[in-house]
């Protein structure tokens, strides 16, 4: 089992910046992918960042350039960077792990609880 906490989301202003943490905790072997998600109202969850284990990042379009997926491994903990954010960005923002139990084991998903991010204009 993972367990994962998110923090960092709050309310901001349009082009200001903000920080989400998530830390895992629990029983594992790795964590192979760490990433974000975000749902806004009436919409469907959507994939914003991921970052593999080796550093490789993938980044949905809509914000490539202005957010940053970075990750300690020691920590555990994946960061997401937003700079330049837009109203657009206002979601429930979620940390998702894929890990291992053991080295010959399949992958399992985890998913936060979730924090509110909100831009207003």
């Known amino acids: 089992q993972v367990q994962l906490v998110e923090s960092g989301g709050g309310l901001v202003q349009a082009g200001g910046s903000l920080r989400l943490s998530c830390v895992a905790s629990g029983s594992f072997f790795s964590i192979n992918i760490m990433a974000w998600y975000r749902q806004a109202p009436g919409k469907q969850r959507e994939f914003v960042a991921g970052?593999?284990?080796?550093?490789?990042?993938n980044y949905a379009g809509s914000v490539r350039g202005r957010f940053t997926i970075s990750r300690d491994n020691a920590k555990n903990t994946v960061y997401l960077q937003m700079n330049a954010l837009k109203p657009e960005d206002t979601a429930v923002y979620y940390c998702k792990t894929e890990s291992k139990t053991a080295a010959w084991s399949r992958t399992y998903d985890y998913w936060g609880q979730g924090t509110q991010v909100t831009v207003s204009s």
């Open positions: 970052i593999i284990s080796d550093g490789t990042t």
